[in-house]
């Protein structure tokens, strides 16, 4: 396997930052800088901007650029900063990804390219190719569910061979991907569940990090149960994950943006506003999110020492 000593090792929890809109779905940046700024308070190890929770594919590529700006001058170096890359066209990502280091990124979270469902051959080239477009450091996302492309372990251990991909988001739904990519690869790339309501699982597997989504609204205990399961801590891990799971089924939804604004607008660190074609929840599907989220918040534990 190749030495990646040259690159970084990310570990921890990485939010997957919504994207703040004003009431008229324009960029609200003081809303960014101050959540931004929370979650890093609160104690997360990495920030991720322009995500599928960040609604990518409804923002224009200037607007993009302006929300990395932003995280990249909250953080100041304090956590390292991830864009997911999520073009329509191989040409596009790395366009995208070159301009993208100018404005200070440390390192990109990338996607096949969107829409068109490539064969393993297109899916790996695309990768390569956006590697090459960057001296950054890259974590692989797998949603396969969502984007009906699978990057199998197999094709993880092709492209080992490649050290920018240090790392990798595996949200296929399978938490028995964890060992079998372990199996084949060993510590080679740094692992990332990036299913919330797997998180325990795949983190209890050896999992090195978890990109969430309900970190978004509930930060601190976030970072107490991957704090509580890597310290070896299973019995209060389970216990605070019990209460979190019905929040986090909640990233698991096709309105999983929908229903994270809600999450963050009841909690009161962030607004429903989302940029159409989608919209704020309504009726039933608003009343069930409200009911999980009071429900949670009237039996919120205290969280253990750490």
């Not at 988001?169 to 199996?183: G, L």
Request: proline fraction near 6%; include cysteine.
């Amino acid at each position: 396997m190749v030495n990646n000593h040259k690159y970084p090792r990310w570990a921890g929890v990485f939010p997957a930052l919504t994207t703040k809109m004003k009431p008229d779905s324009s960029l609200d940046i003081p809303a960014m800088e101050k959540h931004c700024s929370w979650q890093i308070a609160c104690g997360v190890d990495g920030l991720v901007v322009l995500g599928s929770l960040g609604e990518n594919g409804v923002l224009k590529p200037e607007e993009k650029q302006e929300v990395i700006r932003i995280a990249v001058a909250v953080s100041n170096g304090r956590v390292p900063v991830l864009a997911g890359v999520a073009e329509t066209s191989t040409h596009g990502a790395c366009k995208f990804a070159e301009e993208a280091a100018k404005n200070g990124i440390n390192g990109f979270m990338v996607l096949p390219a969107m829409q068109y469902a490539a064969d393993k051959r297109e899916t790996m080239q695309h990768l390569r190719i956006v590697a090459n477009a960057t001296d950054k450091p890259i974590m692989l996302y797998n949603n396969p569910i969502a984007y009906r492309v699978d990057i199998t372990p197999e094709m993880f251990a092709e492209l080992a061979s490649e050290p920018k991909f240090v790392a990798l988001k595996e949200s296929s739904d399978d938490v028995r991907r964890i060992t079998n990519i372990h199996n084949l690869v060993g510590e080679r790339y740094q692992i990332f569940t990036g299913v919330d309501d797997l998180a325990f699982e795949s983190l209890v597997l050896g999992a090195d990090g978890w990109v969430a989504g309900l970190v978004c609204a509930f930060p601190k205990e976030t970072v107490a149960l991957y704090k509580l399961i890597k310290a070896g801590r299973i019995t209060e891990a389970l216990e605070l994950y019990r209460w979190f799971t019905p929040l986090l089924h909640l990233d698991v939804s096709v309105k999983f943006v929908q229903n994270i604004k809600l999450v963050e607008s009841i909690v009161g660190c962030g607004t429903e506003y989302v940029r159409l074609p989608r919209l704020p929840l309504v009726d039933h599907e608003r009343e069930y999110v409200e009911d999980i989220v009071n429900t949670a918040l009237a039996k919120r534990p205290s969280l253990p020492t750490l």
